[in-house]
């Protein structure tokens, strides 16, 4: 599998369909890990913070969210790369633990969102294996109520656990439990409400043209204005220095 070190952040580049195999025969082994969905966003995040970058370089799987990530990567010479976004990965992977017989669990959003999950998941993948959804406090576990979430995922059996508390949150949450869990961790943030009918993702052509950011900000404007319209033009602005300077690995891997 080929990677590239986006302003210092490591992106692989599967194909869909690997990537999928990848993460359920990793959620087969019960060896844990975890998988990280990586956007404009989160690269910026990782070039700001030296701690964060080393988060989302230790995953098991970094994969390309958004189209500026997979147009970065075709420029780094890797031409087949395609867009692996949370969105499509999720049910996508659903639908493959269900035939592989691999349990699963949601952590993160709200009571109602995760209520919302279980009854399309039950609908859609009636032979499933949902054996765990956990809606977190919006403040940091003590350690009991951590030690006790890591009893009750590990009881449970999960294989496959879908996380959903936005970045870089969710990265940083997976980053320091994936050692004690035996699942593997994928943090799809955005996904928990699509796939709870909740929210409507941009039309096909939008995404193809990488303008789903776009509809995303015209949907929760308040929440999000800041990730895209600071965030994205720095993007632009350092990405363009690295192509020109032709830095394109981890200095400690060349």
Same mark, same amino acid.
């Given at each position: ?82 867009? &692996?976004?949370?969105?499509?990965? /999720? *049910?996508?992977? #659903? @639908?493959?633990? %269900? +035939? $592989?017989?691999?349990? &699963?669990?949601?952590?993160?959003? /709200? *009571?109602?969102? #995760? @209520?919302?999950? %279980? +009854? $399309? ?17 919006? +403040? ?115």
């Amino acid at each position: 599998m080929q990677s590239r070190y986006i302003l210092g952040m490591r992106v692989d580049a599967p194909r869909v369909a690997q990537a999928v195999e990848y993460i359920t025969d990793l959620a087969a082994s019960g060896s844990g890990g975890y998988i990280c969905v990586a956007t404009v966003h989160m690269v910026m995040e990782a070039y700001d913070s030296e701690n964060f970058r080393q988060t989302v370089n230790g995953a098991s799987l970094v994969v390309p969210d958004g189209m500026p990530l997979v147009w970065a990567l075709r420029l780094m010479g890797i031409t087949g790369a395609e867009r &692996v976004d949370g969105m499509s990965l /999720t *049910p996508v992977l #659903l @639908a493959e633990a %269900q +035939r $592989r017989g691999l349990a &699963v669990g949601f952590y993160g959003s /709200t *009571p109602e969102v #995760l @209520a919302s999950i %279980q +009854r $399309r998941v039950r609908h859609l993948y009636p032979q499933l294996k949902l054996q765990y959804l956990f809606s977190p406090p919006f +403040r940091p576990l003590s350690q009991p109520e951590e030690g006790q979430v890591i009893r009750d995922i590990e009881s449970s059996r999960v294989q496959l656990l879908f996380v959903g508390l936005g970045c870089p949150k969710q990265e940083q949450w997976m980053a320091r439990m994936f050692n004690r869990l035996s699942a593997v961790l994928v943090g799809v943030g955005a996904a928990f409400d699509v796939l709870a009918g909740l929210r409507r993702r941009a039309p096909v052509w939008m995404q193809k043209a990488g303008l789903e950011w776009f509809y995303r900000l015209g949907q929760e404007p308040r929440r999000l204005w800041r990730r895209y319209l600071y965030h994205n033009p720095r993007f632009v602005y350092y990405f363009a220095r690295q192509l020109l300077g032709r830095q394109f690995s981890s200095p400690a891997t060349t």
